[in-house]
């Protein structure tokens, strides 16, 4: 079985910064999606930022792009989300999500088969 496990997320102030990382376990050799979703107190789950492996293609919700940066490091099996600038609207438990293909559109939340237990994010 495939399992995510995040951390990195805390308490900032506005204008701060925070890396999240997802460590990854348990999928086979081979390209794959991952990505980040957000959910805040009261709202519905939103896209954050994805890539694909086979290729290295990014792509980022408009609400954080030019704020926050998406990478992996292959030989640690993990996803990072480095966030700058953050705002208070930025507020929410982040979701660590992934998949062994390319899940088309990005920001398709069942296209990614596993998810991880998510990390509290607060700005302030």
């Known amino acids: 079985d495939v399992q995510l496990v995040e951390s990195g997320g805390g308490s900032v102030q506005a204008g701060g910064s925070l890396r999240l990382s997802c460590a990854v376990a348990?999928?086979?050799?081979?390209?794959?999606?991952m990505g980040w979703f957000r959910q805040a107190p009261g709202k519905g789950r939103e896209w954050v930022s994805s890539?694909?492996?086979?290729?290295?293609?990014?792509s980022y919700a408009d609400s954080v792009k030019g704020r926050f940066t998406i990478s992996q490091d292959n030989a640690k099996n993990t996803l990072y989300l480095q966030m700058d600038s953050l705002k208070p609207e930025d507020t929410a438990v982040y979701y660590c999500?992934?998949?062994?293909?390319?899940?088309?559109?990005?920001?398709?939340?069942?296209?990614?088969?596993?998810r991880g237990q998510g990390t509290q994010v607060t700005v302030s």
């Open positions: 999500v992934a998949d062994a293909k390319a899940v088309v559109p990005w920001d398709w939340f069942g296209g990614y088969s596993s």
């Open positions: 890539v694909y492996t086979g290729g290295g293609s990014t």
């Open positions: 348990g999928y086979a050799h081979g390209d794959y999606s």
